[in-house]
Every structure is written in structure tokens, then in C-alpha cells.
């Protein structure tokens, strides 16, 4: 796991899934399949995603990459293409995706 300085410099982007009834826990084991993937990809320097306790039909995840380079690199991995968008996309009532930078 990257040191904080580190994260400073990165690209952080964040997401919010909603599932749709009934699809929680094939998200949930489609996400389990992901998240080491992703982790482990070069430019990736956080990688978490967090299901909500009170809500348990939506996901949250806060992701760190090395730039904007390494974010392309990982939208168009296999893994991300294959599992997130033709797997579980389709089992989502919501999706929303959004960039940062620290300040």
C-alpha cells in the first residue's frame, strides 16, 4: 500500500453502486473476483471497495491511480471489461463514477 504522500500525487476516483433487487450477492462475488485484480495492477495505488452496513444494496469504492494513464490502463483490462462491465453493470440500479485530486 502506498505511504499518504504518494496517494497525494494520484488520480482518486470514487464510485457508487446501487444494486438492482435481488442482485446483491452476485455482486458481491463478482466484486470479490475484481478486487485483487485491480489491487494488483501496476498503476494502481489503492484500491477499496466497501459495502454499506445499513444499506447493504450499495457499494462504495475509493481508488488511487499512479495518473490519468494508469486509470485508462485499468478501464481497459480484461478483468475490468469482463467482470464490471459485462457482468455487473447489468445487475446495477445505479451506477455513478466521479475524479479528484487532493488539495
Known amino acids: 500500500m502506498a505511504d499518504i504522500n504518494t496517494l497525494k500525487s494520484g488520480l482518486i476516483v470514487t464510485a457508487f453502486w446501487e444494486a438492482q433487487p435481488g442482485e446483491v450477492d ?7 473476483k475484481f478486487q ?4 494488483a495492477e501496476p498503476g494502481v495505488l489503492a ?9 447493504p ?10 495518473d490519468e494513464a494508469a486509470f485508462a490502463e485499468h478501464s ?5 471489461k469482463t467482470l464490471i462491465l ?5 445487475k446495477l440500479a445505479k451506477r455513478e463514477r466521479a475524479q479528484h485530486r487532493f488539495v
Open 26 to 32: 452476485a455482486l458481491v462475488g463478482i466484486i470479490k
Open 36 to 39: 485483487p485484480q485491480a489491487q
Open 47 to 55: 484500491f477499496q471497495i466497501h459495502q454499506s452496513l445499513i444499506e
Open 57 to 66: 444494496t450499495k457499494f462504495f469504492f475509493y481508488e488511487v491511480f499512479r
Open 76 to 80: 481497459q483490462s480484461t478483468h475490468f
Open 86 to 90: 459485462e457482468q455487473a453493470v447489468p
